[in-house]
């Protein structure tokens, strides 16, 4: 998948992850280290790696070359509707188009799965202003809270009708 944005990285590959290589364990370390700073505990929605290996969950890593640029999972809520889970940016990567391919690349599959609705939680904080940013860019609506989820402050709520675009 080629991205066509200025700054953006050439030949981004998005494959299925198993969790087992240090680059994807190190960044989904991070990326838990910095939600759970970010949110209080009972606030804080992204999984470790022991959660991620959960069977309902596929985890996708994004990358240039031999460098890990970004990931992604998926987990399936039932047979019609899917959540994002554990989207991420290295950091020396951002703004350069990852999150929107890995973003696309989700979309696409949960087509190919069937799903009707994809949806996601995300924070409120200015942290996470880029991450709603890039959702809505994409088609997603806010909505309320889905699954396991609960009406929380800290917390928004994001779904695409699956069928509609």
Same mark, same amino acid.
């Given at each position: ?8 990285? /050439?030949?981004?590959? $998005? ?53 890990? $640029? ?12 899917? #959540? ?7 950091? /020396?990567?951002?703004?350069?188009? $990852? ?7 989700? $979309? ?54 699956? #069928?509609?675009?």
């Amino acid at each position: 998948m080629t991205i066509n944005q200025p700054g953006a990285i /050439d030949q981004l590959r $998005v494959t299925p992850d198993d969790l087992s290589g240090p680059q994807i364990r190190a960044l989904l370390a991070a990326h838990h280290a910095e939600m759970s700073a970010a949110s209080p505990a009972e606030s804080m929605h992204a999984l470790d790696l022991t959660a991620l290996r959960d069977p309902a969950i596929t985890v996708w890593s994004a990358w240039s070359g031999d460098d890990l $640029v970004g990931c992604g999972a998926m987990k399936e809520l039932d047979p019609e509707h899917a #959540e994002i889970k554990s989207m991420r940016t290295a950091a /020396d990567h951002t703004g350069r188009g $990852v999150a929107a391919t890995v973003l696309t690349h989700l $979309v696409a599959v949960a087509r190919e799965r069937g799903y009707r609705r994809l949806s996601l939680e995300t924070g409120t904080e200015d942290l996470f202003a880029p991450a709603r940013r890039l959702y809505l860019r994409h088609g997603f609506t806010e909505c309320g809270p889905f699954g396991s989820y609960r009406l929380d402050p800290l917390s928004q709520f994001f779904t695409l009708d699956l #069928e509609r675009c």
